[in-house]
Protein backbone atom coordinates (compact mmCIF):
# COMPACT_ATOMS: atom_id res chain seq x y z
CA UNK A 1 0.00 0.00 0.00
CA UNK A 2 1.02 3.40 -0.95
CA UNK A 3 0.61 6.14 1.59
CA UNK A 4 -0.44 8.63 -1.29
CA UNK A 5 -3.52 6.31 -2.47
CA UNK A 6 -4.50 5.31 1.29
CA UNK A 7 -4.84 9.53 1.93
CA UNK A 8 -6.63 9.36 -1.88
CA UNK A 9 -9.28 7.07 -0.36
CA UNK A 10 -9.77 8.27 2.85
CA UNK A 11 -10.53 11.16 1.80
CA UNK A 12 -13.42 10.83 -0.42
CA UNK A 13 -14.89 7.66 1.07
CA UNK A 14 -17.50 9.49 3.04
CA UNK A 15 -18.79 10.99 -0.68
CA UNK A 16 -18.81 7.07 -1.96
CA UNK A 17 -20.59 6.28 0.57
CA UNK A 18 -23.06 8.59 0.35
CA UNK A 19 -23.23 7.74 -3.39
CA UNK A 20 -24.63 4.04 -2.42
CA UNK A 21 -26.57 5.06 -0.50
CA UNK A 22 -28.52 7.27 -2.64
CA UNK A 23 -27.89 5.66 -5.70
CA UNK A 24 -26.98 1.93 -5.88
CA UNK A 25 -23.56 2.84 -6.65
CA UNK A 26 -20.67 0.54 -5.04
CA UNK A 27 -18.64 2.49 -2.73
CA UNK A 28 -15.54 0.51 -3.81
CA UNK A 29 -16.71 0.94 -7.25
CA UNK A 30 -17.16 4.89 -7.06
CA UNK A 31 -13.33 5.14 -4.71
CA UNK A 32 -11.40 2.42 -7.69
CA UNK A 33 -12.49 4.15 -10.43
CA UNK A 34 -11.91 7.64 -9.46
CA UNK A 35 -8.34 6.50 -8.84
CA UNK A 36 -7.75 4.27 -11.90
CA UNK A 37 -9.32 7.04 -14.32
CA UNK A 38 -8.24 10.57 -12.71
CA UNK A 39 -5.41 12.42 -14.36
CA UNK A 40 -3.64 15.70 -13.70
CA UNK A 41 -6.23 17.63 -15.09
CA UNK A 42 -8.71 16.20 -12.04
CA UNK A 43 -7.86 18.45 -8.78
CA UNK A 44 -9.04 21.32 -11.48
CA UNK A 45 -11.97 20.28 -13.27
CA UNK A 46 -13.26 18.37 -10.05
CA UNK A 47 -13.58 15.44 -12.55
CA UNK A 48 -12.22 12.25 -11.55
CA UNK A 49 -14.18 9.83 -13.40
CA UNK A 50 -12.64 10.93 -17.28
CA UNK A 51 -16.42 11.47 -18.11
CA UNK A 52 -16.68 12.80 -21.69
CA UNK A 53 -19.12 15.88 -23.35
CA UNK A 54 -18.75 14.38 -26.70
CA UNK A 55 -22.70 14.93 -27.73
CA UNK A 56 -22.09 18.63 -26.24
CA UNK A 57 -24.99 17.95 -23.91
CA UNK A 58 -23.12 19.64 -21.21
CA UNK A 59 -21.96 22.68 -22.91
CA UNK A 60 -25.78 23.15 -24.20
CA UNK A 61 -27.01 23.61 -20.86
CA UNK A 62 -24.15 25.91 -19.47
CA UNK A 63 -21.52 24.02 -18.51
CA UNK A 64 -17.67 24.23 -18.97
CA UNK A 65 -15.32 21.88 -20.35
CA UNK A 66 -11.96 21.58 -20.86
CA UNK A 67 -10.32 20.04 -24.37
CA UNK A 68 -7.69 17.11 -23.71
CA UNK A 69 -6.00 14.13 -25.09
CA UNK A 70 -7.45 11.08 -24.64
CA UNK A 71 -6.21 7.80 -25.94
CA UNK A 72 -4.59 9.92 -28.62
CA UNK A 73 -7.74 11.51 -29.53
CA UNK A 74 -8.94 15.23 -28.58
CA UNK A 75 -12.12 15.20 -26.10
CA UNK A 76 -14.05 17.52 -24.40
CA UNK A 77 -13.66 16.42 -20.21
CA UNK A 78 -16.70 18.52 -18.26
CA UNK A 79 -15.43 20.45 -15.82
CA UNK A 80 -17.13 20.76 -12.13
CA UNK A 81 -18.04 23.32 -9.73
CA UNK A 82 -17.21 21.07 -6.60
CA UNK A 83 -15.96 17.45 -5.97
CA UNK A 84 -19.48 16.26 -5.11
CA UNK A 85 -20.72 17.65 -8.26
CA UNK A 86 -18.08 15.52 -10.32
CA UNK A 87 -19.23 12.16 -7.81
CA UNK A 88 -22.75 12.87 -8.40
CA UNK A 89 -22.29 13.31 -12.13
CA UNK A 90 -20.47 9.36 -11.79
CA UNK A 91 -23.85 8.21 -10.54
CA UNK A 92 -26.63 9.39 -12.86
CA UNK A 93 -23.75 8.33 -15.74
CA UNK A 94 -23.93 5.05 -14.78
CA UNK A 95 -27.94 4.96 -13.76
CA UNK A 96 -28.93 7.08 -16.90
CA UNK A 97 -27.21 5.15 -19.45
CA UNK A 98 -29.00 1.73 -20.75
CA UNK A 99 -26.10 0.11 -21.62
CA UNK A 100 -25.43 -0.55 -17.71
CA UNK A 101 -28.54 -1.69 -16.80
CA UNK A 102 -27.43 -5.34 -16.16
CA UNK A 103 -25.37 -3.70 -13.26
CA UNK A 104 -28.84 -1.97 -11.54
CA UNK A 105 -29.86 -5.54 -10.56
CA UNK A 106 -27.08 -6.74 -7.94
CA UNK A 107 -28.27 -6.71 -4.80
CA UNK A 108 -25.77 -4.39 -2.39
CA UNK A 109 -25.97 -7.46 -0.18
CA UNK A 110 -24.16 -9.56 -2.49
CA UNK A 111 -20.61 -10.54 -1.49
CA UNK A 112 -18.54 -9.31 -4.60
CA UNK A 113 -21.00 -6.30 -4.99
CA UNK A 114 -18.44 -4.01 -6.18
CA UNK A 115 -16.50 -6.11 -8.58
CA UNK A 116 -19.74 -7.52 -10.34
CA UNK A 117 -20.62 -4.21 -11.23
CA UNK A 118 -16.72 -3.53 -12.56
CA UNK A 119 -16.90 -6.53 -14.91
CA UNK A 120 -20.52 -5.37 -15.93
CA UNK A 121 -19.22 -1.59 -16.82
CA UNK A 122 -16.11 -2.89 -18.62
CA UNK A 123 -18.02 -5.15 -20.73
CA UNK A 124 -20.71 -3.06 -21.77
CA UNK A 125 -17.42 -0.11 -22.96
CA UNK A 126 -16.50 2.33 -20.08
CA UNK A 127 -13.25 1.57 -20.98
CA UNK A 128 -11.36 0.22 -24.02
CA UNK A 129 -11.29 -3.27 -24.49
CA UNK A 130 -7.89 -4.76 -25.85
CA UNK A 131 -8.61 -8.15 -27.64
CA UNK A 132 -5.76 -9.34 -25.93
CA UNK A 133 -7.06 -8.74 -22.46
CA UNK A 134 -10.26 -7.50 -22.80
CA UNK A 135 -11.28 -7.29 -19.07
CA UNK A 136 -8.17 -5.60 -18.38
CA UNK A 137 -10.22 -2.69 -17.12
CA UNK A 138 -12.38 -4.37 -14.93
CA UNK A 139 -9.23 -6.38 -13.54
CA UNK A 140 -7.72 -3.26 -12.61
CA UNK A 141 -10.64 -2.21 -10.61
CA UNK A 142 -11.00 -5.29 -8.72
CA UNK A 143 -7.03 -5.32 -7.97
CA UNK A 144 -7.60 -1.84 -6.44
CA UNK A 145 -10.57 -3.02 -4.44
CA UNK A 146 -8.88 -5.94 -2.93
CA UNK A 147 -5.62 -4.15 -2.43
CA UNK A 148 -7.07 -1.70 -0.58
CA UNK A 149 -10.02 -3.22 0.97
CA UNK A 150 -12.24 -0.80 -0.17
CA UNK A 151 -15.15 -3.51 -0.50
CA UNK A 152 -15.48 -2.61 3.60
CA UNK A 153 -16.81 0.68 2.10
CA UNK A 154 -19.68 -1.16 0.45
CA UNK A 155 -20.67 -2.87 3.87
CA UNK A 156 -20.20 0.80 5.73
CA UNK A 157 -22.93 1.94 3.20
CA UNK A 158 -25.16 -0.67 3.88
CA UNK A 159 -24.95 -0.16 7.15
CA UNK A 160 -25.73 3.36 7.55
CA UNK A 161 -28.80 3.16 5.40
CA UNK A 162 -30.02 0.34 7.68
CA UNK A 163 -29.61 3.11 10.53
CA UNK A 164 -31.34 5.75 8.77
CA UNK A 165 -34.36 3.35 7.90
CA UNK A 166 -33.21 3.80 3.85
CA UNK A 167 -33.41 1.36 1.45
CA UNK A 168 -30.06 1.24 -0.86
CA UNK A 169 -30.66 3.60 -4.10
CA UNK A 170 -33.71 5.10 -2.55
CA UNK A 171 -33.04 7.80 -4.83
CA UNK A 172 -33.21 6.22 -8.25
CA UNK A 173 -36.91 6.62 -8.58
CA UNK A 174 -35.95 10.16 -8.22
CA UNK A 175 -33.54 10.40 -11.14
CA UNK A 176 -33.15 12.53 -13.67
CA UNK A 177 -30.94 13.64 -16.34
CA UNK A 178 -27.69 15.67 -15.05
CA UNK A 179 -26.96 19.14 -15.50
CA UNK A 180 -23.89 21.72 -14.59
CA UNK A 181 -26.34 24.02 -12.48
CA UNK A 182 -24.97 25.35 -9.26
CA UNK A 183 -27.74 23.98 -7.45
CA UNK A 184 -26.72 20.34 -8.01
CA UNK A 185 -25.41 20.41 -4.63
CA UNK A 186 -25.77 16.81 -3.13
CA UNK A 187 -24.79 17.26 0.29
CA UNK A 188 -24.72 20.09 3.48
CA UNK A 189 -20.56 21.38 3.57
CA UNK A 190 -21.36 21.01 7.54
CA UNK A 191 -22.08 17.42 7.23
CA UNK A 192 -25.99 17.70 8.47
CA UNK A 193 -29.06 16.74 6.67
CA UNK A 194 -31.93 19.09 8.21
CA UNK A 195 -32.07 23.21 8.30
CA UNK A 196 -34.56 25.46 9.03
CA UNK A 197 -36.21 27.26 5.35
CA UNK A 198 -34.59 30.72 7.28
CA UNK A 199 -31.33 30.80 8.90
CA UNK A 200 -30.52 34.35 10.28
CA UNK A 201 -31.39 33.64 13.70
CA UNK A 202 -32.56 30.55 15.75
CA UNK A 203 -35.65 32.27 16.67
CA UNK A 204 -38.45 32.12 13.79
CA UNK A 205 -41.42 34.26 14.34
CA UNK A 206 -44.70 33.24 13.39
CA UNK A 207 -47.04 35.71 12.17
CA UNK A 208 -49.95 33.69 10.82
CA UNK A 209 -50.72 30.16 12.00
CA UNK A 210 -51.77 26.97 10.53
CA UNK A 211 -55.70 26.19 10.27
CA UNK A 212 -58.73 28.22 10.56
CA UNK A 213 -58.54 32.53 10.49
CA UNK A 214 -60.97 34.90 10.90
CA UNK A 215 -60.41 37.67 8.39
CA UNK A 216 -62.26 38.96 5.54
CA UNK A 217 -59.78 39.30 3.05
CA UNK A 218 -57.23 35.91 2.40
CA UNK A 219 -57.82 32.17 3.12
CA UNK A 220 -59.82 31.40 5.72
CA UNK A 221 -57.98 28.38 6.31
CA UNK A 222 -54.67 28.64 5.95
CA UNK A 223 -52.49 25.36 4.73
CA UNK A 224 -49.22 27.50 5.59
CA UNK A 225 -47.62 29.55 8.59
CA UNK A 226 -46.14 32.22 7.58
CA UNK A 227 -42.70 33.30 8.73
CA UNK A 228 -41.19 36.83 9.50
CA UNK A 229 -39.02 37.86 6.65
CA UNK A 230 -38.21 41.12 5.19
CA UNK A 231 -37.36 41.37 1.03
CA UNK A 232 -34.35 39.97 0.08
CA UNK A 233 -34.23 37.56 3.15
CA UNK A 234 -32.78 34.14 1.65
CA UNK A 235 -34.52 31.09 1.87
CA UNK A 236 -32.88 27.49 1.98
CA UNK A 237 -34.33 23.87 1.43
CA UNK A 238 -34.76 22.09 4.57
CA UNK A 239 -33.52 18.49 4.18
CA UNK A 240 -29.80 17.27 2.20
CA UNK A 241 -31.52 15.45 -0.91
CA UNK A 242 -33.74 17.69 -2.68
CA UNK A 243 -35.83 18.21 -5.93
CA UNK A 244 -37.10 21.09 -7.62
CA UNK A 245 -40.83 19.77 -8.84
CA UNK A 246 -42.41 22.87 -9.10
CA UNK A 247 -42.14 26.85 -9.86
CA UNK A 248 -44.45 29.97 -10.88
CA UNK A 249 -46.35 32.66 -10.20
CA UNK A 250 -49.88 32.77 -8.91
CA UNK A 251 -51.48 36.40 -9.04
CA UNK A 252 -53.69 38.29 -6.98
CA UNK A 253 -57.67 37.66 -7.48
CA UNK A 254 -60.58 40.54 -5.53
CA UNK A 255 -61.27 38.06 -3.30
CA UNK A 256 -57.87 36.77 -1.79
CA UNK A 257 -54.09 37.25 -2.14
CA UNK A 258 -52.07 35.37 -4.73
CA UNK A 259 -48.82 33.17 -3.91
CA UNK A 260 -46.59 35.05 -6.09
CA UNK A 261 -43.84 33.93 -6.79
CA UNK A 262 -43.21 30.41 -5.81
CA UNK A 263 -41.32 27.37 -5.57
CA UNK A 264 -41.86 23.47 -4.22
CA UNK A 265 -39.18 20.93 -3.19
CA UNK A 266 -39.44 17.31 -3.08
CA UNK A 267 -37.57 15.00 -0.78
CA UNK A 268 -38.09 11.39 -1.00
CA UNK A 269 -38.44 8.71 1.66
CA UNK A 270 -37.61 5.45 2.00
CA UNK A 271 -41.21 3.73 1.61
CA UNK A 272 -41.78 5.47 -1.92
CA UNK A 273 -43.45 8.59 -0.57
CA UNK A 274 -42.79 12.27 -0.62
CA UNK A 275 -42.19 15.42 1.78
CA UNK A 276 -42.67 18.51 -0.17
CA UNK A 277 -42.33 22.28 1.31
CA UNK A 278 -43.54 25.24 -0.49
CA UNK A 279 -42.02 28.73 -0.38
CA UNK A 280 -44.33 31.57 -1.47
CA UNK A 281 -44.47 35.23 -1.89
CA UNK A 282 -40.65 34.93 -3.14
CA UNK A 283 -38.99 37.82 -4.54
CA UNK A 284 -37.03 36.00 -6.78
CA UNK A 285 -35.45 32.59 -7.08
CA UNK A 286 -32.65 31.63 -9.66
CA UNK A 287 -33.45 27.13 -9.16
CA UNK A 288 -35.30 25.49 -11.93
CA UNK A 289 -37.12 21.96 -12.01
CA UNK A 290 -35.26 19.55 -11.98
CA UNK A 291 -32.71 20.75 -9.77
CA UNK A 292 -31.13 19.07 -7.35
CA UNK A 293 -30.96 21.21 -3.67
CA UNK A 294 -29.09 20.92 -0.50
CA UNK A 295 -28.87 22.74 2.59
CA UNK A 296 -26.25 25.02 1.30
CA UNK A 297 -28.56 25.88 -1.77
CA UNK A 298 -30.51 29.04 -1.45
CA UNK A 299 -33.98 28.42 -2.90
CA UNK A 300 -34.19 32.01 -3.40
CA UNK A 301 -35.26 35.68 -1.63
CA UNK A 302 -38.44 36.32 -0.04
CA UNK A 303 -40.79 39.10 -0.76
CA UNK A 304 -44.02 40.19 -0.95
CA UNK A 305 -45.19 39.46 -4.62
CA UNK A 306 -48.68 37.85 -4.54
CA UNK A 307 -50.15 41.48 -3.14
CA UNK A 308 -49.35 41.08 0.22
CA UNK A 309 -46.79 42.45 3.44
CA UNK A 310 -43.36 40.69 2.88
CA UNK A 311 -43.23 37.58 4.73
CA UNK A 312 -42.21 33.78 4.03
CA UNK A 313 -45.52 31.76 3.34
CA UNK A 314 -43.69 27.77 4.51
CA UNK A 315 -46.08 24.69 3.87
CA UNK A 316 -45.84 20.95 4.22
CA UNK A 317 -47.74 18.14 2.42
CA UNK A 318 -46.61 14.37 1.98
CA UNK A 319 -47.15 12.76 -1.63
CA UNK A 320 -48.15 8.84 -1.33
CA UNK A 321 -49.56 6.25 -3.39
CA UNK A 322 -50.43 6.35 -6.93
CA UNK A 323 -50.05 10.71 -6.43
CA UNK A 324 -46.06 9.37 -5.39
CA UNK A 325 -46.15 7.12 -8.72
CA UNK A 326 -47.06 10.17 -10.67
CA UNK A 327 -44.78 12.60 -9.14
CA UNK A 328 -41.92 9.87 -9.43
CA UNK A 329 -42.24 9.54 -12.93
CA UNK A 330 -42.39 12.85 -13.85
CA UNK A 331 -39.38 13.69 -11.95
CA UNK A 332 -37.69 11.02 -14.07
CA UNK A 333 -39.06 12.39 -17.01
CA UNK A 334 -37.86 15.77 -15.96
CA UNK A 335 -41.73 16.71 -16.72
CA UNK A 336 -42.61 17.60 -12.57
CA UNK A 337 -45.50 20.66 -12.19
CA UNK A 338 -46.42 19.73 -8.66
CA UNK A 339 -49.87 21.14 -7.81
CA UNK A 340 -50.55 20.78 -3.60
CA UNK A 341 -53.99 20.59 -4.00
CA UNK A 342 -54.32 18.06 -6.84
CA UNK A 343 -51.42 15.64 -5.55
CA UNK A 344 -50.60 16.17 -2.01
CA UNK A 345 -52.25 16.57 1.61
CA UNK A 346 -51.26 19.63 3.54
CA UNK A 347 -49.62 18.73 7.26
CA UNK A 348 -49.32 21.67 10.00
CA UNK A 349 -45.36 23.03 9.18
CA UNK A 350 -45.11 22.99 12.66
CA UNK A 351 -45.13 19.64 12.98
CA UNK A 352 -42.74 19.21 10.29
CA UNK A 353 -40.57 22.17 11.64
CA UNK A 354 -40.08 20.07 14.89
CA UNK A 355 -38.82 17.09 13.55
CA UNK A 356 -36.05 18.36 11.46
CA UNK A 357 -34.91 20.47 14.50
CA UNK A 358 -34.38 17.18 16.60
CA UNK A 359 -32.87 15.24 13.59
CA UNK A 360 -31.21 17.74 12.90
CA UNK A 361 -30.02 18.49 16.38
CA UNK A 362 -31.13 22.15 15.57
CA UNK A 363 -31.47 24.43 18.65
CA UNK A 364 -34.22 26.85 16.60
CA UNK A 365 -37.21 27.63 18.23
CA UNK A 366 -40.59 29.50 16.74
CA UNK A 367 -42.24 32.13 18.87
CA UNK A 368 -45.53 34.29 17.85
CA UNK A 369 -45.19 37.60 17.46
CA UNK A 370 -46.02 39.50 20.00
CA UNK A 371 -46.70 36.33 21.89
CA UNK A 372 -45.40 35.62 25.43
CA UNK A 373 -42.14 34.18 23.72
CA UNK A 374 -43.36 30.19 23.97
CA UNK A 375 -41.52 27.51 21.70
CA UNK A 376 -44.35 26.21 19.46
CA UNK A 377 -42.55 23.63 18.47
CA UNK A 378 -42.21 22.30 21.73
CA UNK A 379 -45.02 19.46 22.04
CA UNK A 380 -44.15 18.80 18.40
CA UNK A 381 -40.86 18.02 19.75
CA UNK A 382 -41.64 15.42 22.12
CA UNK A 383 -42.71 13.13 20.00
CA UNK A 384 -39.59 12.32 17.59
CA UNK A 385 -36.55 10.65 18.45
CA UNK A 386 -33.04 12.19 17.53
CA UNK A 387 -31.28 11.42 14.13
CA UNK A 388 -28.06 10.58 15.56
CA UNK A 389 -26.08 9.54 12.86
CA UNK A 390 -26.90 12.60 11.15
CA UNK A 391 -23.66 14.88 12.06
CA UNK A 392 -21.66 11.50 12.29
CA UNK A 393 -18.91 10.01 9.54
CA UNK A 394 -20.72 7.23 7.53
CA UNK A 395 -18.76 4.61 10.22
CA UNK A 396 -19.14 1.35 10.64
CA UNK A 397 -20.65 0.96 14.63
CA UNK A 398 -17.79 -1.00 16.88
CA UNK A 399 -19.40 -3.94 17.83
CA UNK A 400 -20.02 -4.74 21.49
CA UNK A 401 -18.24 -6.91 23.84
CA UNK A 402 -20.07 -9.93 24.73
CA UNK A 403 -21.60 -9.63 28.20
CA UNK A 404 -21.00 -12.43 30.73
CA UNK A 405 -23.72 -13.27 33.38
CA UNK A 406 -23.47 -15.44 36.62
CA UNK A 407 -25.32 -18.82 34.52
CA UNK A 408 -21.78 -18.16 32.19
CA UNK A 409 -19.75 -17.86 34.79
CA UNK A 410 -20.90 -20.94 36.48
CA UNK A 411 -20.47 -23.13 33.32
CA UNK A 412 -16.59 -22.32 33.36
CA UNK A 413 -14.94 -25.47 33.13
CA UNK A 414 -13.02 -26.85 36.49
CA UNK A 415 -8.90 -26.15 36.14
CA UNK A 416 -8.34 -28.66 38.63
CA UNK A 417 -7.54 -31.37 35.87
CA UNK A 418 -5.29 -30.98 32.60
CA UNK A 419 -8.64 -31.59 30.36
CA UNK A 420 -10.23 -29.02 31.98
CA UNK A 421 -7.28 -26.57 31.60
CA UNK A 422 -7.33 -27.37 27.85
CA UNK A 423 -10.70 -25.97 27.80
CA UNK A 424 -10.72 -23.08 29.55
CA UNK A 425 -7.69 -22.03 27.17
CA UNK A 426 -8.91 -23.37 23.91
CA UNK A 427 -12.81 -23.78 24.06
CA UNK A 428 -14.44 -26.12 21.93
CA UNK A 429 -10.89 -26.06 19.64
CA UNK A 430 -9.28 -28.58 22.33
CA UNK A 431 -11.56 -31.57 21.13
CA UNK A 432 -10.16 -30.82 17.18
CA UNK A 433 -7.43 -30.47 19.34
CA UNK A 434 -6.90 -34.11 20.95
CA UNK A 435 -6.26 -32.35 24.47
CA UNK A 436 -10.47 -32.98 25.37
CA UNK A 437 -11.08 -35.54 27.85
CA UNK A 438 -8.79 -37.94 30.27
CA UNK A 439 -5.75 -37.99 28.55
CA UNK A 440 -3.96 -37.92 32.00
CA UNK A 441 -2.09 -36.15 34.12
CA UNK A 442 0.64 -35.76 36.45
CA UNK A 443 -1.28 -34.61 39.78
CA UNK A 444 1.13 -31.66 39.70
CA UNK A 445 -1.58 -28.86 38.04
CA UNK A 446 1.91 -26.30 37.71
CA UNK A 447 3.63 -29.64 35.97
CA UNK A 448 0.15 -30.72 33.58
CA UNK A 449 -0.08 -26.76 32.82
CA UNK A 450 3.75 -26.55 31.31
CA UNK A 451 3.16 -30.09 29.57
CA UNK A 452 -0.42 -28.62 28.10
CA UNK A 453 0.71 -25.87 27.08
CA UNK A 454 3.53 -27.71 24.81
CA UNK A 455 1.26 -29.87 23.26
CA UNK A 456 -1.56 -27.22 23.03
CA UNK A 457 1.23 -25.03 20.84
CA UNK A 458 2.06 -28.02 18.46
CA UNK A 459 -1.93 -28.92 18.30
CA UNK A 460 -2.54 -25.16 17.77
CA UNK A 461 -0.05 -25.41 14.72
CA UNK A 462 -1.62 -28.22 12.99
CA UNK A 463 -5.27 -27.08 13.20
CA UNK A 464 -4.00 -24.01 12.11
CA UNK A 465 -2.44 -25.15 9.23
CA UNK A 466 -5.17 -27.49 8.47
CA UNK A 467 -8.04 -24.99 9.08
CA UNK A 468 -6.19 -22.59 6.50
CA UNK A 469 -6.31 -24.81 3.55
CA UNK A 470 -9.48 -25.91 4.33
CA UNK A 471 -11.12 -21.89 4.17
CA UNK A 472 -8.57 -21.02 1.57
CA UNK A 473 -10.13 -23.63 -0.94
CA UNK A 474 -13.73 -23.12 0.23
CA UNK A 475 -13.47 -19.80 -0.20
CA UNK A 476 -12.01 -20.39 -4.17
CA UNK A 477 -14.72 -22.96 -4.92
CA UNK A 478 -17.39 -20.58 -3.24
CA UNK A 479 -15.77 -17.85 -5.26
CA UNK A 480 -16.00 -20.21 -8.93
CA UNK A 481 -19.53 -20.63 -8.01
CA UNK A 482 -20.34 -16.96 -7.35
CA UNK A 483 -18.73 -16.05 -10.49
CA UNK A 484 -20.17 -18.63 -12.59
CA UNK A 485 -24.10 -17.85 -11.71
CA UNK A 486 -23.47 -14.29 -10.69
CA UNK A 487 -21.21 -12.05 -12.67
CA UNK A 488 -21.83 -14.03 -15.85
CA UNK A 489 -25.64 -13.84 -15.76
CA UNK A 490 -25.46 -10.56 -15.48
CA UNK A 491 -22.84 -9.87 -17.56
CA UNK A 492 -24.59 -12.46 -20.35
CA UNK A 493 -27.59 -10.26 -20.40
CA UNK A 494 -25.61 -6.95 -21.43
CA UNK A 495 -23.71 -8.84 -24.38
CA UNK A 496 -26.67 -10.65 -25.55
CA UNK A 497 -28.72 -7.11 -26.00
CA UNK A 498 -25.92 -5.74 -27.70
CA UNK A 499 -25.59 -8.78 -29.96
CA UNK A 500 -28.67 -8.74 -30.73
CA UNK A 501 -29.04 -5.01 -31.38
CA UNK A 502 -25.95 -5.95 -33.94
CA UNK A 503 -28.29 -8.18 -35.65
CA UNK A 504 -26.57 -11.63 -34.65
CA UNK A 505 -28.60 -14.77 -33.59
CA UNK A 506 -29.87 -14.91 -30.18
CA UNK A 507 -28.73 -18.73 -29.37
CA UNK A 508 -24.82 -17.64 -31.25
CA UNK A 509 -24.41 -14.68 -29.26
CA UNK A 510 -25.27 -16.72 -26.36
CA UNK A 511 -23.05 -19.42 -26.62
CA UNK A 512 -20.15 -16.72 -27.22
CA UNK A 513 -20.76 -15.22 -24.04
CA UNK A 514 -20.98 -17.96 -22.16
CA UNK A 515 -17.84 -19.02 -23.75
CA UNK A 516 -16.32 -15.44 -23.22
CA UNK A 517 -17.40 -15.26 -19.21
CA UNK A 518 -16.20 -18.63 -18.53
CA UNK A 519 -12.54 -17.74 -20.38
CA UNK A 520 -12.17 -14.82 -18.82
CA UNK A 521 -13.58 -15.30 -15.34
CA UNK A 522 -11.23 -18.34 -14.87
CA UNK A 523 -8.16 -15.81 -16.16
CA UNK A 524 -9.01 -13.82 -13.10
CA UNK A 525 -9.79 -16.85 -10.63
CA UNK A 526 -5.83 -17.95 -11.84
CA UNK A 527 -4.68 -14.18 -10.93
CA UNK A 528 -6.32 -14.95 -7.79
CA UNK A 529 -5.28 -17.66 -6.90
CA UNK A 530 -1.51 -17.27 -7.95
CA UNK A 531 -1.75 -14.12 -5.84
CA UNK A 532 -2.59 -15.97 -2.70
CA UNK A 533 0.31 -18.42 -3.38
CA UNK A 534 2.66 -15.59 -3.16
CA UNK A 535 1.39 -13.93 -0.11
CA UNK A 536 1.32 -17.48 1.60
CA UNK A 537 4.68 -18.22 0.06
Known sequence: MTPAKVAFYESMKDLAIEQQIKYGIPASLTLAQAWVEHGKYSETTNNYFGIHDDNGYWRKHGGKTVELSDNGKMAHFRVYDSLNQGIEDHSHFLLDNRRYSAAHTISPTDPEYGEKWALVICR??????????????????????????????????????????????????????????????????????????????????????????????????????????????AVYATEANGIVVGKGYQPPTKDRPGGGNYVYVAYPRSDGSYVVTGYLHLDKSDVKIGDRVSLDTPIGKSGNTGGVAAHLDFRVCTVTGDAANKLREQIANGKANFSPRASGTFIDPKQYLAEIAVKGGLATTLVRQNGNGQDMLAQYKAGVQPDTDVNQKPEMQQPQA????????????????????????????????????????????????????????????????????????????????????????????????????????????????????????????????????????
Open 124 to 233: AGYAERPKDNPDRYAKSLIREMEDYDLKKYDQQANALAAQRGLQIGYMRGSNVASVPSATMAVASQTGQRYGMPLRSSDKLVLTSDYGHRNISYGSKEHTAIDLHAAVGT
Open 402 to 537: PQHDMAQNQQQPQVSTPSGLATLLWGDKAKEMGLSGDFGGSGDLIADLFGLLFKGMIAAIALHNRTTTEEIQKGIDEQKDVQKTGVSAVIDRTEVAQAKAEGVDPKEARQLVEMNAEASLAELDQERQQQRGIAMG
